[in-house]
């Protein structure tokens, strides 16, 4: 499946979550990024108007965001 526009951000890791989210959002306006708690449990299904933020205790991204 291809997704329209950028699909990944790996210079946002150790960022702060609301920005990397607010970042995301603006460089590809056909995604709603949605911050994700560490140990949280998500569907596993593809969607390209998704990205998930996973954000660690401290709210510092500690993963690269991609759509999905």
Same mark, same amino acid.
């Given at each position: 499946? @291809?997704?329209?526009?950028? !699909? @990944?951000?790996?210079?946002?890791?150790? !960022? @702060? *979550?609301?920005?990397?989210?607010? $970042?995301?959002?603006?460089?590809?306006?056909?995604?709603?990024?949605v911050l994700v708690p560490e140990g949280s449990?998500? $569907?596993?299904?593809?969607?390209?108007?998704?990205?998930?933020?996973?954000?660690? @205790?401290? *709210?510092?991204?500690?993963?690269?965001?991609?759509? *999905?």
């Amino acid at each position: 499946m @291809s997704c329209r526009g950028k !699909s @990944s951000w790996p210079e946002l890791v150790r !960022s @702060s *979550g609301v920005s990397a989210a607010a $970042t995301i959002e603006s460089e590809n306006p056909n995604v709603n990024a949605v911050l994700v708690p560490e140990g949280s449990l998500v $569907t596993m299904d593809f969607r390209c108007d998704r990205v998930r933020v996973w954000i660690n @205790s401290a *709210g510092r991204v500690y993963q690269t965001p991609r759509i *999905g």
